[in-house]
C-alpha cells in the first residue's frame, strides 16, 4: 500500500512558475513509476510525467521544455517543476505510482493559470 499525499498548486498568471510535491507514505525505492497526470472537467485524465526508479523521465509533449520532474528518495518525494505556464495547463494534477501492476493515486491538487 502507498498513500500520496500533494502539495503545492494554486493560481499563477501565465507565464509564470510553479510547483507541486507529492510525498508518499512509505520508501519510493522500490516504486517502479512515479508521476503526475491531469484531468479537467470532461476530458479523460492524461500522462504529464513520470519517473523510473532508475530515474529515467517521460513527459507529454505538451509540456516538454517547461516541466521538469524529480525525485528525492531520501524524502520518499516526487517533485514537479511547471515553468512557462500557459492557461491550457490548468487542471487538477493527480500524483502517481506504480507498484508492478498496482496503481496508487493522490487526491489531487488544483493548478490555475490565469491569462
Known amino acids: 500500500q502507498v498513500q500520496l499525499a500533494e502539495s503545492g498548486g494554486g493560481l499563477v498568471q501565465a507565464g509564470g512558475s510553479l510547483s507541486v510535491s507529492c510525498e508518499a507514505s512509505?520508501?519510493?525505492?522500490?516504486?517502479?513509476?512515479m508521476g503526475w497526470h491531469r484531468q479537467v472537467p470532461g476530458k479523460q485524465r492524461e500522462m504529464v510525467a513520470v519517473?523510473?526508479?532508475?530515474?529515467?523521465?517521460n513527459y507529454a509533449d505538451t509540456v516538454k521544455g517547461r516541466f521538469t520532474i524529480s525525485r528525492d528518495n531520501a524524502k520518499n518525494t516526487v517533485y514537479l517543476q511547471m515553468d512557462s505556464l500557459k492557461p491550457e495547463d490548468t487542471a487538477v494534477y493527480y500524483c502517481?505510482?506504480?507498484?508492478?501492476?498496482?496503481?496508487?493515486w493522490g487526491q489531487g491538487t488544483q493548478v490555475t493559470v490565469s491569462s
Open positions: 502517481y505510482a506504480r507498484v508492478r501492476l498496482i496503481q496508487y
Open positions: 512509505r520508501s519510493i525505492l522500490d516504486i517502479n513509476v
Open positions: 519517473i523510473s526508479s532508475g530515474g529515467s523521465t
